[in-house]
């Protein structure tokens, strides 16, 4: 997890990440202070997703003082508009066949399991599911 965290969150990288205007970032905050984020991008759609014009969530974090709190519904349906907004019909994303709170999160969003691949962690490779929904 250490090894992933100092490559994928270093500033260098958040700020290509930022900078990209194809992605589609989405801020929720709480009492002035940032509750959850989401990252929405349209690159290449794995064969397992069905559906037109798709793309993908590719990060959703919330705080973990902020479970349970609705922050996170919220945070969906925004993306799902801003998705609609920019014309996608189709929204993706990957999560670690462990991490169940997740699952059921986007289960009860309508997303299913419609794949799997590969995830590596650092130097542990991981089985991500794919799951997938109409917008």
């Known amino acids: 997890m250490q090894a992933y ?3 994928a969150f270093t500033v260098p990288q ?3 990440e ?3 205007p194809q992605a589609i970032w989405v801020l929720a905050g709480v009492e002035d202070e940032l509750a959850a984020y989401a990252k929405l991008f ?3 759609v794995p064969e397992c997703v ?3 014009s798709a793309i993908e969530l590719v990060r959703f974090y919330v705080d973990q003082r902020w479970h349970g ?5 919220k945070l969906m349906e925004i993306c799902l508009n ?3 907004q920019h014309g996608f019909k189709t929204m993706y994303l990957g999560v670690w066949e462990k991490n169940f709170r997740a699952q059921t999160f986007y289960r009860k969003w309508h997303f299913e399991r419609t794949g799997e691949h590969l995830f590596q962690m650092g130097d542990d490779p991981q089985t991500d599911w794919w799951m997938s ?3």
């Not at 709190?69 to 519904?73: D, M």
Request: net charge negative.
């Open 5 to 7: 965290l100092e490559s």
């Open 14 to 16: 958040l700020t290509t």
């Open 18 to 20: 930022l900078n990209d």
């Open 42 to 44: 349209p690159g290449e």
């Open 50 to 52: 069905r559906g037109d």
């Open 69 to 73: 709190s609705g922050v996170a519904s």
């Open 82 to 84: 801003e998705a609609r």
């Open 133 to 135: 929904r109409a917008i």
